[in-house]
């Protein structure tokens, strides 16, 4: 449905036309925030909290108005527009709507299992939510027992065993479990064999299949279920090799005992998605599985760099940022694994990280991004575990690069510093220009002050700060002089990377967020709520 069919509380195409009475938190704005983040205040925290209906007070407000069905239709909206950066809201806003007594509420939230429910963990956390919000009193009922059964039958026969045996059990539940409580009945002959792996292993498999002739997708499930189980009782690194490069296993599909193998790991690698690669480059370094000028180090740098792996994968820049930062670190953050990081990876994730800036699509809007420096920016980030200056300059990267009006300046005591930012510069560059400015104490009114001052048009600023303590003018006051003055509904997104808390956004003001920490869904909150989407 195009949203701007929605009625006008949850349509974002009404709500980006923005005049002097349409500023304030409406119950649409709560509620898409909910489902972004999973929280309805207008502060982001990198730290996720439980769920519950305390918290989606909106949500329920749109349901027991009678309007549950345009609730499950935003939910979709978000999910297929890629808003959603917490999948976990969705699905519980799904839970609950499919427990209200309105019955199209309940068909519409169910039918929508199929689609948002992209990988078995998302099923079993939405049935986990079902069961949370009965409190013990019946759940399995008819639409529920169908809704389940739609989605093993939805599946193709080699996807779901894929699927079944890379995530066997989450959050309590296992496929098992629902198949039994949800009377599933196959209807196909595919999904019918991974079935009856599911309920009687693989031996059952064996008695039902083994001496039958079967067609060609039969065999192929087949084959690939028999190749899982050799697998998991293989004493041989030959053939466990032949096992993964065949039938292409995944990490999750071998022994833990059997990631002891440079040759397995070797053999892992080459289907390996980009981000789960990008997570295991310090051990796979450590282990000497990625050898210094090896055929293996080229082939990793080839796949870190190829664009077309890139944006299947949907990289962020700042996932390379943070793999590169951990990897150049040369040990772990918590482990005692330690690595010398070579120098041809630590180049390929440098490139890695401008061609994903190229991949980021504008705004169109006019930023300001403003880094304060009146204290060290050494410490580490919330959310990230790299330093606070390495995420203030990829994100001024980013911008600079990407929008065509940005301006990036420093700022602290001893006032605001406009800095250039070219195309062809490092990190390392960018994060010198953030920290030669001498300290001071910190004001987040400073940036939007200057800007008043120099008569500079912006739609959002974006402050990054250390600092818990944020000077002696309320930013949130100063942004309000400044759009009287400009006559722009500009934005106000301050960043405390080492924060746990924020309270610099007015609750009522619907163009001010707070970010306490700082990570990659931080980034994708921060392009939604200037384009108006939360």
């Given at each position: 449905m195009d949203p701007a069919s929605l009625p006008e509380q949850l349509s974002v195409v009404n709500e980006q036309v923005l005049n002097s009475s349409d500023r304030s938190v409406t119950s649409a704005v709560c509620l898409r925030r909910f489902l972004c983040y999973g929280s309805e205040?207008?502060?982001?925290?990198?730290?996720?909290?439980?769920?519950?209906?305390?918290n989606a007070l909106s949500l329920m407000q749109f349901i027991e108005g009678g309007r549950g069905c345009e609730v499950v239709e935003e939910v979709r909206?978000?999910?297929?527009?890629?808003?959603?950066?917490?999948?976990?809201?969705?699905?519980?806003?799904?839970?609950?709507?499919?427990?209200?007594?309105?019955?199209?509420?309940?068909?519409?939230?169910?039918?929508?299992?199929?689609?948002?429910?992209?990988?078995?963990?998302?099923?079993f956390t939405f049935v986990q939510y079902k069961k949370e919000l009965k409190k013990g009193s019946g759940m399995w009922g008819r639409a529920l027992?169908?809704?389940?059964?739609?989605?093993?039958?939805?599946?193709?026969g080699m996807s779901l065993a894929q699927a079944v045996t890379k995530c066997k059990h989450r959050a309590g539940w296992s496929h098992q479990d629902l198949l039994r409580l949800s009377h599933m009945k196959p209807t196909n002959?595919?999904?019918?064999?991974?079935?009856?792996?599911?309920?009687?292993?693989?031996?059952?498999?064996?008695?039902?299949?083994?001496?039958?002739?079967?067609?060609?997708?039969?065999?192929?499930?087949?084959?690939?279920?028999?190749?899982?189980?050799?697998?998991?009782?293989?004493?041989?690194?030959?053939?466990?090799?032949h096992l993964i490069e065949e039938q292409r296993l995944e990490k999750e599909q071998v022994l833990t005992n059997h990631l002891k193998s440079k040759e397995v790991w070797k053999a892992l690698l080459k289907e390996m998605p980009v981000v789960v690669l990008l997570k295991h480059l310090g051990k796979l370094t450590a282990d000497n599985v990625l050898a210094p000028g090896s055929p293996d180090v080229a082939a990793v740098c080839e796949r870190i760099q190829d664009e077309t792996a890139l944006k299947k994968a949907k990289t962020q820049p700042f996932n390379i940022l943070v793999a590169s930062e951990n990897y150049k670190r040369g040990h772990g953050k918590r482990s005692k694994l330690k690595w010398e990081p070579d120098g041809d990876i630590v180049q390929a994730?440098?490139?890695?990280?401008?061609k994903t800036i190229s991949m980021v699509e504008?705004?169109?809007?006019?930023?300001?991004?403003?880094?304060?420096?009146?204290?060290?920016?050494?410490?580490?980030?919330?959310?990230?575990?790299?330093?606070?200056?390495?995420?203030?300059?990829?994100?001024?990267?980013?911008?600079?690069q990407t929008e065509l009006n940005a301006q990036i300046v420093v700022?602290?005591?001893?006032?605001?510093?406009?800095c250039t930012i070219s195309s062809d510069m490092t990190l390392m560059q960018v994060a010198a220009q953030l920290i030669q400015t001498p300290g001071g104490s910190t004001d987040c009114a400073l940036p939007i002050i200057w800007a008043s001052e120099n008569e500079k048009t912006v739609d959002v600023f974006l402050i990054f700060t250390n600092n818990h303590t944020l000077g002696r003018k309320?930013?949130?006051?100063?942004?309000?002089?400044?759009?009287?003055?400009?006559?722009?509904?500009?934005?106000l997104i301050v960043c405390g990377m080492i924060a746990n808390s924020l309270s610099i956004a007015d609750p009522e003001d619907r163009g001010m967020l707070d970010i306490c920490g700082f990570d990659s869904q931080a980034v994708d909150v921060i392009r939604s709520f200037a384009l108006d989407a939360i």
């Open positions: 205040s207008a502060t982001y925290s990198t730290k996720e909290y439980p769920l519950g209906i305390e909206r978000l999910n297929l527009e890629g808003r959603a950066v917490r999948p976990n809201p969705s699905l519980f806003a799904l839970a609950v709507c499919s427990q209200h007594a309105d019955c199209k509420t309940r068909k519409a939230s169910l039918g929508a299992l199929k689609e948002l429910c992209r990988a078995p963990v998302q099923l027992r169908r809704a389940v059964t739609d989605w093993y039958n939805s599946q193709d002959a595919t999904v019918a064999l991974v079935c009856k792996y599911i309920t009687k292993g693989w031996k059952g498999v064996q008695e039902a299949y083994g001496d039958k002739e079967i067609s060609e997708d039969l065999q192929k499930v087949f084959a690939y279920l028999e190749a899982v189980e050799k697998a998991k009782h293989s004493t041989d690194e030959q053939e466990l090799v994730l440098d490139c890695a990280f401008c504008p705004t169109g809007k006019r930023f300001l991004v403003a880094v304060d420096v009146s204290s060290s920016l050494s410490s580490v980030t919330h959310g990230s575990s790299i330093s606070t200056v390495a995420v203030a300059a990829a994100m001024c990267m980013v911008i600079a700022f602290s005591e001893g006032g605001v510093v406009p309320n930013p949130a006051d100063t942004l309000k002089t400044y759009r009287q003055k400009s006559g722009v509904f500009s934005k």
